[in-house]
């Protein structure tokens, strides 16, 4: 067997199993600059960049209100499992209590349906405060399909922002909102995961 097959099939895992149709000879120089494309995109997968903190609330500080625009699924970022390209708990959102949370869901860029809901914690299915999900969130939405809702943060505390379908919050997709008595809405990143955008 050749080294440069045996390089992409050590790659290949349940993330790259796209690689198979990669996995035929090239020539050394080849495999390398190969290797790197599928290690960044998974050979024709999605090569979407996370989106920066920045991009992810407006706020008018005057009628005390946010918006948050989520993404599910932005990129590869944990199989998939992500909103705008983080997940597993990286990202802190934090609103003040007391103002108005509108939320646009966009699943535009992923393959499979998703949702964006606020709970209380872990491996909740319901919503922590009336409103606060995409409809029918253990459904999700389809791909293509976008939703907005909206909610008054009233009560005090660290909540998730989680994909209710079934096992995607397992998988990783969640990051922390928090309501404080902060002045102003903020977003920060808490930790990044190695081999992770």
């Known amino acids: ?45 999605s090569a979407h960049l996370s989106e920066p903190l920045a991009r992810w609330l407006s706020y008018t500080a005057r009628s ?20 705008n390209g983080y997940g597993r708990g990286a990202v802190l959102v934090r609103v003040p209590r007391g103002w108005r949370v509108t939320v646009r869901c966009r ?27 995409s409809p029918d969130p253990q459904l999700g939405l389809p791909p293509g ?13 660290s909540y998730r922002i989680a994909c209710l379908v079934p096992e995607h919050e397992l998988m990783g997709m969640w990051d922390v909102f928090e309501i404080s008595s902060s002045r102003l809405p903020s977003v920060t990143l808490l930790r990044s995961y190695p081999g992770e955008p």
């Not at 149709?21 to 960044?40: E, F, Y």
């Not at 005390?64 to 909103?83: D, I």
């Not at 699943?107 to 999900?133: E, I, L, Q």
Request: aromatic letters at 8%; a positive charge; hydrophobic letters at 40%.
């Open 64 to 83: 005390k209100s946010v918006t948050l625009t989520l993404v599910p699924g932005a990129n590869n970022a944990f199989n998939g499992f992500n909103f």
């Open 145 to 157: 399909r976008s939703a907005r809702f909206s909610f008054v943060a009233t009560r005090p505390g």
């Open 1 to 45: 067997m050749r080294r440069g097959t045996t390089l992409l099939r050590t790659l290949r895992t349940e993330r790259f199993e796209r690689t198979q149709v990669c996995a035929r000879r090239r020539p050394r120089s080849r495999v390398v600059a190969l290797t790197a494309s599928v290690a960044l995109a998974g050979c024709g997968g």
């Open 107 to 133: 699943n535009d860029v992923s393959g499979h349906r998703h949702s964006c809901a606020f709970v209380k914690g872990a491996n909740a299915t319901a919503p922590v405060f009336a409103g606060a999900a």
